[in-house]
C-alpha cells in the first residue's frame, strides 16, 4: 500500500524549523552543538531536544562523570531547557498523524526490533527516512546555520528505549549534516570505550 507521506514530511520540517528558531532565541549566546528528534520505537511520540556547550560544561562542572561521551551525546541526559515547546501542539498533531498512518497501513509490524540484525520493515524505514530527509531539508535550508556555524551543530535522529538507537543516530547524522570535525567526534564517540 502506498503511503502519502508527504503531509508528514511538510509537517515535521515545520515543527523542527520552528523548535529550533525558539531555542536560539531561548538559549540566547549559548552555543548549540546538538539538536535530536527523538521517537519511540512503536514510531510513535516524536519531539526534539537540544544542547549547548555552555550547558554541557555546566553539567560536567556539577557532575564530573558527565565527561561520558554518552552524556554529551545522549538526549536524555540534555538539560531540560526552561522553556516550553511553542510547537508542542504541532508534535502532537504529527503523532495523530503517524497513528493515522498506522491505521491505514497493513503491512508488517510499527515497532522497531531490538536486535539490529533484525532487519525493519518497509513501514519503518519509511517513516524513520521522512524523518531524517525533513530533517535534512531544514539543514539545506540554513535552519541550523550555515558555514563554520553549521558545521558546529550536529543534527540527528534517535529513538527512545531501544537497542539500535545508536546506528539510527550514526545513520541519520551522515545523511543530514556537512562533513566536519565535529560530525566525525559524533560518529566516534564511543570508539574509545570499545
Not at 558527565?66 to 503523532?95: C, K
Not at 530533517?135 to 528505549?161: H, M, P, W, Y
Request: charged share 30%; net charge negative; hydrophobic share 40%.
Amino acid at each position: 500500500m502506498e503511503l502519502p507521506l508527504d503531509r508528514l514530511k511538510t509537517m515535521f520540517s515545520e515543527v523542527i524549523e520552528s523548535d529550533f528558531a525558539t531555542a536560539v532565541q531561548q538559549v540566547g549566546d549559548e552555543s548549540i552543538y546538538a539538536f535530536a528528534v527523538y521517537i519511540t520505537d512503536d514510531l510513535v511520540a516524536p519531539s526534539s531536544a537540544l544542547n549547548t556547550e555552555a550547558a554541557y560544561i555546566r553539567a560536567v562542572e556539577k557532575d564530573d562523570s558527565a565527561r561520558h561521551p554518552g552524556y554529551r551525546w545522549y538526549y536524555g541526559e540534555w538539560p531540560d531547557w526552561p522553556f516550553p515547546w511553542e510547537t508542542s501542539d504541532a508534535w502532537g498533531l504529527i503523532n495523530n498523524e503517524l497513528e493515522r498512518l498506522w491505521d491505514t497501513y497493513d503491512g508488517e509490524a510499527s515497532v522497531i526490533p531490538q536486535d539490529e540484525d533484525e532487519p525493519l520493515t518497509e513501514y519503518q524505514g519509511r517513516i524513520l527516512q521522512v524523518i531524517v530527509d525533513s530533517l535534512a531539508e531544514c539543514s539545506d535550508k540554513g535552519v541550523f546555520g550555515r558555514g563554520e556555524v553549521r558545521e558546529k551543530v550536529v543534527v540527528f535522529l534517535t529513538l527512545t528505549d531501544n537497542d539500535r538507537s545508536v546506528a539510527v543516530e550514526d545513520w541519520s547524522a551522515r545523511q543530514i549534516n556537512p562533513e566536519s570535525s565535529t560530525l566525525t567526534n559524533f560518529l566516534n564517540r564511543y570508539a574509545d570505550l570499545d
